[in-house]
């Protein structure tokens, strides 16, 4: 099954390429680093929590299909797995190869598998550009080899790549599970926290098409990364974290190409002066002033969040629900005072409350009259019936049907008790047969965080994303709205 | 035990009621509505999930030490337990009535409680000024009643009050838990999911000290609160959540006050017009320009926070952790790319990267040379230590001492099956026998919902204030900085 899957993306993320100078495609061809077919592992292998020996354990824990060596001139197996003394000597061909070393052993180690032919190269290795001026040499010989050759590199001192549909991880971390969701979420970062071994990836009901660490930008760089995802058919939604732009010009031509396509969610650090120089001496690169990229970000169809949270609840809202037609949002709240909180964020991610149809109102007041209106407050009908669920229910059904909303908001109270499947069920009944264009997003909170937490998952695993903070609910609606914008100006 | 609790505290609350006037004294006095030796439960009574029997078991459940009565006109008993008609039946004094009904019925009700010689009632029953013009109307006679009896009115549309200290709640819906954690925090809102029901205080590390739910504020007002909490002994922390200010001088006045002795957190909605409207129709008041009143609040020391989220997540580093003396933040962090995230929004709170001395320097060296420095990024010396502990340890301690260190970010990372305890452990074990001034929080991730989780709860049962989100760790530690500073202009 990975294996039909693998073919079929190659295909089709070789055929744009052809559209494009040759040259181009062959810069930007990331296929090794997210389907290759055999895998090089060098470096430090033998520690049981760092190294080559925990990415092998990774990818068979994902369920990895394709062949994977070890290299390593030290010792000539490890575990009772055969141990190359160098790449060269792998008997057949390697797409990928992982270099876990110390960085003074690695530009010949990238020469090796540039003789080898390896495609691509994922160098965990830490100690070059963001280190010292040592290393800063060091990565300026593996570049100058990178040209000769045409060897990719990724990094240096990255985790690398995940691709669940493959099974492919190149981390050196222990994650601690077996399995990575598959969706729909392509997360690229400059940093290790958005590797597998960061974030409980098994228990995200929003699958994950692809993960990428770009770290140093040695060579591969977010502009690389876009063309590669704009072409994944796995990837719906890109969320990338960036410290800096590599090619400023070529990142904004190709973000506005991709921006029609998919959406694109960024955060990027670098506000403050202070942050700006820490950015520095991170990754080595300058960063340039934060408004003028906010600027940029905006007219190229970016969609720009503030924080690292941000860039992954806003895209799942993204993975799970539809876009909105429109800038109409429904409230439907179980509290007066809830409600209030949201409006203060959707009106700042332009979107204005719709003005419900009378006969709307008149279905709402039929079940009790302090729903009628948007926020419908459906708080005080709850003790007055005695049910917690019809006024859910109805008011669900009067917004879902109402021509004057486009979206929506509902807040869910996880009173005690509270059977995880029971909103997750009346969702589902309520759009049966009729699938709907509005996106839902919910916002819970109840007295237990085991109760909360699993209607969170049981409503997750339905395709309506839910959060606890309703801020970010809103937010993430907003930002839905803004893609609506961005493809109706971009197209 | 809870007896001897509140008679203790009843002792501290009348003492600095005779420094003022004596009108103030006693429209102020808040006592009865926190410190209530009896209670009448009056109206809907018998629902086994909403009303007068839930508050009663929710009573039972927190240890309320006092007496109970339960009043309705209608039947003479309910499960075993005597019902009277009428408040004014019963046979001994009523401190504060808890009153569940429909609106029309309250005007009598208060005036029968009055008569009674009740001090104080909580008006859960709705459909007043937040609702129509009759609403308005009835709230309008309650108001008068209050003025010409004496007797305070909480609400109406309210869930009321708890003290966890003597065991009181008047909420009329089931909570799910058994009891809520004591301790400093006072949280106050004008909306109903401030209470019990809403969020998990049992699991809650930080301790409670009074919740109220203000809601129309027909007479009790958040001024009335401050004043109640500012002598209240067993509340350090005030969160606060306001739609308006009832009268702006002298909450100001108070606030101002109250400020200079503890720290005043405030969340106010009402930044856009689309919310201002909003709030009109939710308890009836007309909020006023938000600028004016950051600007106000700013001038007499609140500390301002714009989510509901974050009025939680901010008073409880206040709650666990000691000021700082100056704004020189530290950052240790498993990450580059995350300590990087936690400077934009460090320096839009005031905190500066604390310049590390050079002994600090040089210890920090003799661990891994790529720990030198603030943010100090203990990640590349793990795989080469082997060893996840000892980079943590001596990079706190180093930072914990070094004199240009006012306060403490700290990236923990929860590696798969990490001993729930351990951080803890050697959190304590760093500061045994030498109790810090500097403030520490904490930043968690890890691959495991569970893992984290167990930590976060483990590291708060020690007063660590543990986050899932980098930014609010941060913002925290700006806001404790900020009330260092409020407090040296204030006094």
């Not at 810069?27 to 925990?54: H, M, N, Y």
């Not at 908001?409 to 009346?426: D, G, K, S």
């Given at each position: 099954?990975?294996?039909?899957?693998?073919?079929?993306?190659?295909?089709?993320?070789?055929?744009?390429?052809?559209?494009?100078?040759?040259?181009?495609?062959?810069?930007?061809?990331?296929?090794?680093?997210?389907?290759?077919?055999?895998?090089?592992?060098?470096?430090?292998?033998?520690?049981?929590?760092?190294?080559?020996?925990?990415?092998?354990?990774?990818?068979?824990?994902?369920?990895?299909?394709?062949?994977?060596?070890?290299?390593?001139?030290?010792?000539?197996?490890?575990?009772?797995?055969?141990?190359?003394?160098?790449?060269?000597?792998?008997?057949?061909?390697?797409?990928?190869?992982?270099?876990?070393?110390?960085?003074?052993?690695?530009?010949?180690?990238?020469?090796?598998?540039?003789?080898?032919?390896?495609?691509?190269?994922?160098?965990?290795?830490?100690?070059?550009?963001?280190?010292?001026?040592?290393?800063?040499?060091?990565?300026?010989?593996?570049?100058?080899?990178?040209?000769?050759?045409?060897?990719?590199?990724?990094?240096?001192?990255?985790?690398?790549?995940?691709?669940?549909?493959?099974?492919?991880?190149?981390?050196?971390?222990?994650?601690?599970?077996?399995?990575?969701?598959?969706?729909?979420?392509?997360l690229v970062a400059q940093t290790?926290?958005i590797?597998?071994?960061?974030?409980?990836?098994?228990?995200?009901?929003?699958?994950?098409?692809?993960?990428?660490?770009l770290?140093?930008?040695?060579?591969?760089?977010?502009?690389?990364?876009?063309?590669?995802?704009?072409?994944?058919?796995?990837?719906?939604?890109?969320a990338m974290h960036l410290e800096?732009?590599?090619?400023?010009?070529?990142?904004?031509?190709?973000?506005?190409?991709?921006?029609?396509?998919?959406?694109?969610?960024v955060y990027k650090p670098?506000?403050?002066?202070?942050?700006?120089?820490?950015?520095?001496?991170?990754?080595?690169?300058?960063?340039?002033?934060?408004?003028?990229?906010?600027?940029?970000?905006?007219?190229?169809?970016?969609?720009?969040?503030?924080?690292f949270?941000?860039l992954?609840?806003?895209?799942?809202?993204?993975?799970?629900?539809?876009?909105?037609?429109?800038?109409?949002?429904?409230?439907?709240?179980?509290?007066?005072?809830?409600?209030?909180?949201?409006?203060?964020?959707?009106?700042?991610?332009?979107?204005?409350?719709?003005?419900?149809?009378?006969?709307?109102?008149?279905?709402?007041?039929?079940?009790?009259?302090?729903?009628?209106?948007?926020?419908?407050?459906?708080?005080?009908?709850?003790?007055?019936?005695?049910?917690?669920?019809?006024?859910?229910?109805?008011?669900?059904?009067?917004?879902?049907?109402?021509?004057?909303?486009?979206?929506?908001?509902?807040?869910?109270?996880?009173?005690?008790?509270?059977?995880?499947?029971?909103?997750?069920?009346?969702?589902?009944?309520?759009?049966?047969?009729?699938?709907?264009?509005?996106?839902?997003?919910?916002?819970?909170?109840?007295?237990?965080?085991?109760?909360?937490?699993?209607?969170?998952?049981?409503?997750?695993?339905?395709?309506?994303?839910?959060?606890?903070?309703?801020?970010?609910?809103?937010?993430?609606?907003?930002?839905?709205?803004?893609?609506?914008?961005?493809?109706?100006?971009?197209?």
């Amino acid at each position: 099954m990975a294996q039909k899957n693998k073919e079929h993306k190659l295909a089709i993320n070789n055929e744009p390429s052809k559209k494009r100078s040759k040259n181009m495609a062959v810069r930007s061809d990331l296929t090794p680093f997210f389907e290759p077919k055999s895998i090089a592992i060098i470096g430090a292998i033998k520690s049981p929590w760092f190294g080559g020996l925990v990415t092998l354990n990774n990818l068979k824990n994902l369920g990895y299909g394709g062949r994977v060596y070890l290299v390593n001139p030290s010792y000539p197996e490890v575990e009772g797995i055969k141990v190359y003394p160098n790449v060269k000597e792998i008997p057949s061909e390697v797409d990928l190869a992982v270099i876990i070393t110390s960085s003074r052993a690695v530009p010949e180690i990238v020469r090796n598998c540039a003789e080898k032919g390896v495609k691509g190269a994922v160098i965990v290795a830490d100690g070059f550009a963001e280190r010292d001026e040592e290393g800063t040499k060091l990565q300026k010989q593996i570049v100058e080899i990178s040209k000769q050759t045409g060897i990719r590199l990724l990094g240096p001192n990255t985790i690398g790549t995940v691709n669940p549909y493959t099974g492919l991880i190149t981390s050196p971390y222990p994650t601690g599970y077996k399995s990575i969701r598959k969706g729909g979420v392509a997360l690229v970062a400059q940093t290790g926290i958005i590797g597998a071994q960061a974030f409980p990836f098994e228990d995200l009901q929003y699958g994950i098409s692809k993960i990428c660490d770009l770290s140093n930008k040695c060579d591969v760089n977010e502009t690389d990364l876009l063309e590669y995802l704009e072409n994944d058919s796995d990837t719906k939604v890109i969320a990338m974290h960036l410290e800096d732009v590599k090619d400023g010009r070529r990142f904004l031509e190709v973000a506005r190409r991709v921006a029609k396509k998919k959406p694109i969610i960024v955060y990027k650090p670098g506000r403050t002066s202070e942050s700006k120089k820490a950015l520095a001496s991170h990754t080595g690169s300058i960063a340039g002033d934060h408004k003028i990229y906010q600027s940029a970000f905006r007219q190229v169809g970016l969609i720009q969040v503030n924080s690292f949270v941000e860039l992954f609840q806003v895209a799942k809202a993204f993975a799970y629900q539809p876009l909105p037609r429109g800038n109409r949002l429904g409230i439907i709240t179980i509290s007066g005072g809830a409600g209030i909180m949201a409006i203060d964020t959707a009106t700042e991610w332009g979107l204005v409350l719709g003005k419900l149809s009378d006969v709307s109102n008149e279905k709402l007041f039929e079940v009790h009259p302090t729903m009628v209106g948007n926020p419908s407050d459906i708080g005080p009908a709850m003790p007055t019936l005695q049910d917690p669920i019809t006024p859910y229910k109805k008011s669900i059904e009067v917004f879902l049907e109402d021509k004057n909303v486009d979206c929506l908001l509902i807040t869910l109270y996880a009173y005690p008790e509270t059977p995880p499947e029971l909103y997750t069920r009346f969702l589902k009944d309520l759009q049966f047969g009729k699938p709907t264009d509005k996106p839902v997003v919910i916002w819970i909170y109840g007295p237990s965080n085991d109760t909360v937490n699993k209607i969170c998952k049981s409503l997750e695993a339905a395709n309506y994303p839910a959060y606890l903070d309703i801020e970010l609910a809103v937010k993430a609606l907003g930002a839905m709205y803004q893609y609506t914008q961005i493809k109706s100006k971009l197209t």
